[in-house]
């Protein structure tokens, strides 16, 4: 299918907070870039099903009914039928395509896109918290906090790149402090499997401040995770801030475990909802002490580029690219 025959289509980026859509509408076939206008976010947790918000969007376009589009969804896609971990959503691609008159029904893993969405990147779009010496072909990594965990990896196979998808979010957390394991008992006191993204999420940043409350002495108030954040940055409730610091020194520890099982030489994107939103703080934290702490390891994971990947049209623009690649 050439690009343009298939103009305009549907782009979207479905997660537990948000989903976003737009419509992409040109592509330019010098630089590659593309334009995509229409843009709306709505909020998933209002919905009840994939259906019912791609329905709303497609409302908005009015008499204008796209043929093809390219969804990233929160969770893994495996066969036809889909589940978004966060929220719950199932459906088939093969009936919502059919449902809605579609040619063309693309869907990836959210973090997977956001994978690929790193070659297409402008300076603009992310800041770098370590220079390192990127290796132009080498494995690359991204990991974000949002409503869940999400981790992948981009390997190059011949001339092209392939996201490498999983559930990295729900491997089991370990503790490297005496701090950290006080708080994972509190979280987890039966000792059982407790995930990663238990306390690198929004829902992890709630779980961490509510812990250390109750280590403090303090009395519990119920914030979320936006709050939390903004406490800290203020420097107005000390229970906060060394919430976002352990919150910011886990993610550290896990981003380095996830650089070392990918070998990303290429480097490691950090993604998500939340981190754009603590920048300052992320850059002044034990981010990259813990990032570094893996022992005879360390030295090599400094070499390691590391970008913080900032704003949403990085997603919805490499799904168009995806959509043919």
Request: with cysteine; aromatic share 8%; glycine share 12%.
């Given at each position: 299918?050439d690009?343009?025959d298939?103009?305009?289509f549907?782009?979207?980026?479905i997660?537990?907070?948000?989903?976003?859509?737009?419509?992409?509408t040109?592509?330019?076939?010098?630089?590659?870039g593309?334009?995509?206008?229409?843009?709306?976010t709505?909020?998933?947790?209002?919905?009840?099903?994939?259906?019912?918000?791609?329905?709303?969007?497609?409302?908005?376009?009015?008499?204008?009914?796209?043929?093809a589009?390219?969804v990233?969804?929160?969770?893994?896609?495996?066969?036809?039928?889909?589940?978004?971990?966060?929220?719950g959503?199932?459906?088939?691609?093969?009936?919502?395509?059919?449902?809605?008159?579609?040619q063309?029904?693309?869907?990836?893993?959210?973090?997977?896109?956001?994978?690929?969405a790193?070659?297409?990147l402008?300076?603009?779009?992310?800041?770098?918290?370590?220079?390192?010496?990127?290796?132009?072909?080498a494995?690359?990594?991204?990991?974000?906090?949002?409503?869940g965990?999400?981790?992948?990896?981009?390997v190059?196979?011949?001339?092209?790149?392939?996201p490498?998808c999983?559930?990295?979010?729900?491997?089991?957390?370990?503790?490297?402090?005496?701090r950290?394991?006080?708080?994972r008992?509190?979280?987890?006191?039966a000792?059982?499997?407790?995930?990663?993204?238990?306390?690198?999420?929004g829902?992890g940043?709630?779980?961490v401040?509510?812990?250390?409350?109750q280590?403090n002495?303090e009395?519990?108030?119920?914030?979320?995770?936006?709050?939390i954040?903004?406490?800290?940055?203020?420097?107005?409730?000390?229970?906060?801030?060394?919430?976002?610091e352990?919150?910011c020194k886990?993610?550290?520890s896990a981003?380095g475990d996830?650089?070392?099982?990918?070998g990303?030489?290429g480097?490691?994107?950090?993604?998500?909802?939340?981190?754009?939103?603590?920048?300052s703080?992320?850059?002044?934290?034990?981010?990259?002490?813990?990032?570094?702490?893996?022992?005879?390891?360390?030295?090599y994971?400094?070499?390691?580029?590391?970008?913080?990947?900032?704003?949403d049209?990085p997603?919805l623009h490499?799904?168009?690219?995806?959509?043919?690649?």
């Amino acid at each position: 299918m050439d690009k343009q025959d298939a103009l305009p289509f549907i782009v979207a980026d479905i997660g537990g907070t948000s989903a976003r859509f737009g419509l992409a509408t040109a592509i330019d076939q010098r630089t590659g870039g593309v334009t995509v206008d229409q843009r709306h976010t709505f909020h998933s947790g209002e919905y009840d099903s994939f259906e019912a918000v791609l329905a709303s969007y497609m409302e908005e376009l009015g008499e204008l009914q796209p043929n093809a589009a390219c969804v990233a969804i929160a969770g893994p896609v495996i066969g036809d039928r889909i589940r978004v971990t966060n929220l719950g959503w199932q459906f088939s691609i093969d009936s919502v395509r059919k449902a809605f008159g579609l040619q063309r029904l693309e869907l990836i893993n959210d973090f997977g896109l956001q994978a690929y969405a790193t070659l297409y990147l402008d300076k603009s779009d992310m800041s770098c918290l370590q220079a390192g010496t990127a290796q132009a072909n080498a494995p690359r990594a991204v990991i974000g906090p949002g409503t869940g965990l999400g981790v992948a990896g981009l390997v190059k196979s011949g001339d092209h790149w392939m996201p490498v998808c999983g559930e990295g979010g729900h491997i089991t957390y370990a503790p490297t402090s005496d701090r950290e394991l006080e708080v994972r008992h509190i979280i987890e006191p039966a000792n059982n499997h407790v995930s990663l993204e238990k306390f690198v999420s929004g829902p992890g940043l709630v779980n961490v401040h509510r812990a250390l409350s109750q280590l403090n002495g303090e009395q519990y108030q119920s914030l979320t995770p936006a709050e939390i954040s903004r406490r800290a940055m203020h420097g107005a409730d000390r229970v906060c801030v060394e919430a976002l610091e352990l919150f910011c020194k886990i993610l550290g520890s896990a981003a380095g475990d996830v650089a070392l099982i990918l070998g990303a030489w290429g480097g490691v994107y950090l993604g998500g909802g939340i981190l754009p939103k603590i920048e300052s703080v992320l850059s002044d934290s034990l981010f990259l002490e813990s990032f570094r702490n893996k022992g005879r390891m360390g030295e090599y994971l400094q070499q390691v580029p590391i970008y913080l990947m900032k704003g949403d049209e990085p997603a919805l623009h490499s799904a168009a690219h995806w959509l043919y690649d």
